[in-house]
C-alpha cells in the first residue's frame, strides 16, 4: 500500500513538473518585443483635466451610431467621430469589433460641429461633433478579439494587456507609423 500511495506521488510531482516545464516554454516562445506601450486610465485622467487639447474616448462598437464616445470629462457619454490620425488607421478590427478600447487623443485644436456636442448621434447626423486628431495613446487594458480573422492570420490565447507588441505588427493587427 505504502509504495502504491509512494509510486502515485512520483507521478502526481512528475506530472506537475512537466505542466510547469511546458507552461514555462510556451511563455517563453510566444513572448514578443513591446512595440507601444499603453497609458493608464489615471495618467489619462489627469492629462485631460490640464488640457484642454485631450480627450479620452472609447471605441463603440454599434452598427449604426458613432465610432466613439468621450468617457471622461464634462462631455462624458457624448458621441462623437474622428478624423485625421485616427487609431482607426493604425490599428485593425481586432481592437474594435466586440470589445471596447479606449484612446487619449490629442486634438489639432480644430473641431467641426461643436454645436452637436452633447447630442445623440441620431440627432446629429449627419453633421456630428467631430475632432481632429493630432496623435492618440491607447488607453490599458488593451483589450483584443480575435474571433473575426482572416484564414492565414494567426490567433493566440494570452495577449498583453499593457502593450502592443511584435506579434501585432507581424499579424497586420498593427501598423507601424
Known amino acids: ?24 516554454f510556451y511563455c517563453k516562445h ?3 518585443g513591446i512595440i507601444r506601450e499603453g497609458v493608464s486610465l489615471d495618467e489619462a485622467m ?3 483635466d490640464n488640457n484642454d487639447h485631450f480627450f479620452i474616448v472609447t471605441s ?16 462624458n457619454g457624448a458621441d462623437v467621430e474622428l478624423s485625421k490620425n485616427t487609431p482607426m488607421t493604425t490599428l ?3 481592437f474594435f469589433l466586440s470589445l471596447s478600447n479606449s484612446f ?10 461643436v454645436e452637436n456636442l452633447g447630442k445623440p448621434f441620431h440627432e446629429a447626423y449627419p453633421n456630428v461633433f467631430t475632432i ?3 496623435s492618440w495613446e491607447i488607453i490599458t487594458p488593451i483589450r483584443r478579439d480575435y474571433q473575426y480573422r482572416k484564414f492565414e492570420q ?11 507588441d511584435q506579434f501585432d505588427v507581424d499579424n497586420e493587427d498593427y501598423k507601424l507609423q
Do not use: D, W
Not at 69 to 75: D, F, Q, R, T, V
Not at 104 to 113: A, D, F, P, R, V
Not at 154 to 164: E, L, T
Open 92 to 94: 485593425s478590427n481586432v
Open 132 to 134: 481632429e486628431v493630432e
Open 46 to 48: 489627469q492629462i485631460v
Open 104 to 113: 487619449l487623443i490629442k486634438s489639432t485644436g480644430y473641431c467641426e460641429n
Open 154 to 164: 494567426r490567433k493566440r490565447f494570452f495577449s498583453p494587456r499593457k502593450y502592443i
Open 1 to 24: 500500500m505504502k509504495r502504491k500511495l509512494s509510486l502515485m506521488l512520483a507521478l502526481c510531482f512528475a506530472f506537475l513538473i512537466g505542466i510547469i516545464s511546458i507552461a514555462i
Open 30 to 32: 510566444t513572448s514578443y
Open 60 to 75: 463603440q462598437h454599434g452598427a449604426t451610431g458613432a465610432q466613439f464616445a468621450i468617457s471622461y470629462g464634462e462631455s
